[in-house]
């Protein structure tokens, strides 16, 4: 309804899964959505990442099984049924890969961002692997080790703190994590460097942030 005030805006409750909540995407131009989102810088970090790596041909046929609508893009609903490595997605993962991977101010992710996301998704699975040992869970001080063969090469006292934080969810006293949770550490500091980078536009690695954007960019993380 059109001069209606909507969920989500200033004096309304907000409404589970809208745009701008902790956790899913932020849409250019909402209220609560992150201002820096979108056209204001064209290169997101994931170009950089994947400049000139081959992307997974299979890709392109599970985009096709996904896209149930024929919509041209995947939305949450149609997330549901990804796979990779045998594995399904958990809710969580899935609201965590959209918030990375969606296109600005739609939600919903391209075939461009799927390769990119399934080449992520087949990233992780690999460090996984390979730094774990084949072992089903990876301990704490593991994670630093995988997130780098992830190219996400951030301080092993980081990488720690959002494991810890992420397995206080389901806590186990093995201080180690499962695929899924690891994947949402991954997910984290990829959103993080696409926040980061989003606002340094020159790619000097400085940022200045006053409170209230500083607010909305950590507001904004999965
Ligand atoms: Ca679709």
Redesign the pocket.
Known sequence: MPGQPRPGQPGMPPQQGMPGQPGMPPQQGQPGGDPFAGASCPQMWYDQQYAGAPLPSAAEAEFQK??????????I??MRGLTIAGRSMTHEGIISLISVFAEPGCG?ISLENFRRMYRFLEDADKAFKTVGCGAPRLPFNQVHPALVQMNLDFPPQAAELVSARIDARTPSSDRALEFNEFLLVACFFAALRSTFQRRDTQRTGTITFNEKDFAIAVAGLP
């Open positions: 996904l896209d149930g609508d024929h919509s041209g893009s995947i939305d609903a149609e919903t």
